[in-house]
């Protein structure tokens, strides 16, 4: 195992993060800051929890994930269903807390959105936790949890969920405003590439865990079919690069029926001003949002990640979003990795858009923030891209400032300089990005975690 002692720092955050119940360790908190005034950070957010999950199966710390994993199935059943209203039983928790933690009374309480700030339910959860049973069930090599009736019958209902029908007319998943990382008015509605790329990788999980019996059969028949339409989809309506540019700038509107080019009816005046010199050739990357009428031009790190990642991208494209990375060095990664969004929005655009939310004003917090937790996904997208010049320099970067700024949440500013005016210290999730990037480096045994997410 590698150990700098600033990695050896790293891990008393994640260690005095765990949090216990039973006698047994089932989760981490989000940050461990004193000076937090009254928030849920001193929870366990599950999408918090993946990095976590990650380093503990690194380092063979297997019983904290498969807690964990069984822990947060079991909460489904403290979901209210409200009046009037059918329950969603594949919905998973934002985050859970242990109440009174030390006592024998100690119980776990669950946050489906209805506790957080602004009541945004999180659509994430379920597809990271099943993305991370297939890493745990392939890690650990114990199946018996996946395979257990209990947790067949779980991945059924949330297959179900996510698969049901609604208002769709393609295969991307449809979702409110705030229902993933961002999980704040931020624009974020309709179809977002974060949600599309955990689609992806939750899909191609759940195929695997699923045994292929009677019960479990036309399940799979769906998730086989939707795995290659969502693909062909992302791949096309949601990849821009120079040429695709030049064909929305030059696109007629108004085209009826089957033959249409202009499908979803883009006007080229929504083409922003900042896109045009962006895009030297070689690059290009998966916009954050399409719709009708609609294309989010905004770069979105997480869900260009993932994509990556997932291989939701072909590795042609990775290999662009990689050049895109190179070529915006100081825009997209800046003084502290990683840009959360390229470019912020302002005035007008930042009223409508999140609703006046000074939390996220300008190049501060999810409106172009810069975030270290998501150093991580930016090491395995590199790898998987071939590019681990790239990845070095931003660990190195890294490196050299977070553990001095006391593991900060997130960073302020165009260049990400400047300590989020909100920010929390003692971040989980910024430590163990940091451990995972280390590892994923210099510790060729750990590449093994890294391939259970790779299709
Ligand atoms: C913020 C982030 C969210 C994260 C939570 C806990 O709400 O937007 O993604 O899960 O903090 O760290």
Not at 133 to 143: A, F, K, M, V
Not at 199 to 218: H, T, V, W
Not at 437 to 450: C, I, M, Q
Request: negative net charge.
């Amino acid at each position: 195992m590698i150990h700098s002692s600033i990695i050896n720092e790293a891990y008393a955050v994640l260690n005095e993060a765990i949090i216990h119940h039973n006698g047994q360790a089932i989760g981490t908190v989000a940050a461990r800051d004193k000076t937090l005034s009254a928030s849920n950070y001193n929870e366990c957010f599950i999408r918090d929890f993946f990095p976590s999950a990650l380093v503990f199966l690194m380092d063979g710390r297997h019983d904290i994930v498969r807690n964990f994993l069984q822990a947060v199935l079991q909460l489904r059943s403290q979901q209210q269903q409200m009046e009037g209203h059918e329950l969603a039983e594949g919905l998973m928790p934002a985050s859970f807390a242990v109440t009174a933690e030390n006592s024998e009374t100690a119980s776990l309480v669950a946050d489906f959105g209805d506790r957080a700030i602004g009541r945004v339910a999180p659509v994430d959860s379920a597809m990271w936790w099943i993305i991370l049973l297939r890493s745990y069930s392939i890690i650990s090599g114990d199946t018996s949890l996946a395979h257990s009736e209990s947790f067949q019958h779980g991945i059924r209902q949330i297959l179900k969920l996510y698969l049901k029908e609604s208002f769709e007319t393609s295969p991307a998943m449809l979702v409110p405003d705030g229902s993933c990382m961002i999980d704040r008015r931020m624009g974020v509605n309709g179809h977002p590439l974060e949600i599309q790329s955990l689609f992806y990788g939750m899909l191609l999980s759940a195929k695997e865990l699923l045994l292929n019996n009677d019960i479990n059969q036309p399940l799979l028949v769906m998730v086989r079919k939707r795995v290659q339409t969502l693909r062909s989809y992302i791949r096309l309506y949601y990849w821009l690069d120079i040429e695709r540019l030049n064909e929305i700038h030059r696109y007629n509107s108004e085209e009826f029926g089957w033959d249409a080019v202009n499908v979803l009816n883009i006007n080229p005046e929504i083409i922003p001003e900042w896109l045009d010199g962006w895009l030297p050739n070689d690059t290009g990357y998966m916009v954050g949002n399409v719709g009708p009428g609609k294309i989010d031009f905004r770069f979105f790190t997480l869900g260009n990640l993932l994509a990556i990642l997932f291989g939701l991208t072909t590795d042609a494209q990775a290999t662009k979003i990689m050049n895109l990375y190179e070529a915006h060095w100081d825009k997209l990664i800046g003084q502290m990795p990683l840009k959360i969004i390229y470019p912020a929005v302002r005035g007008d655009e930042w009223v409508f858009m999140t609703g006046s939310d000074p939390k996220n004003v300008a190049w501060s917090y999810h409106n172009g923030g810069n975030w270290p937790s998501l150093l991580w996904t930016f090491t395995g997208a590199a790898l998987r891209a071939g590019r681990e010049d790239l990845a070095r320099s931003a660990f190195d970067i890294t490196m050299a400032r977070l553990p001095q700024d006391s593991w900060a949440e997130y960073y302020d500013g165009k260049a990400g300089s400047l300590i989020g005016r909100r920010a929390n210290l003692n971040q989980t999730w910024s430590a163990t990005s940091l451990i995972i990037a280390n590892r994923l480096l210099d510790d060729p045994d750990s590449l093994a975690v890294f391939e259970t997410m790779v299709f």
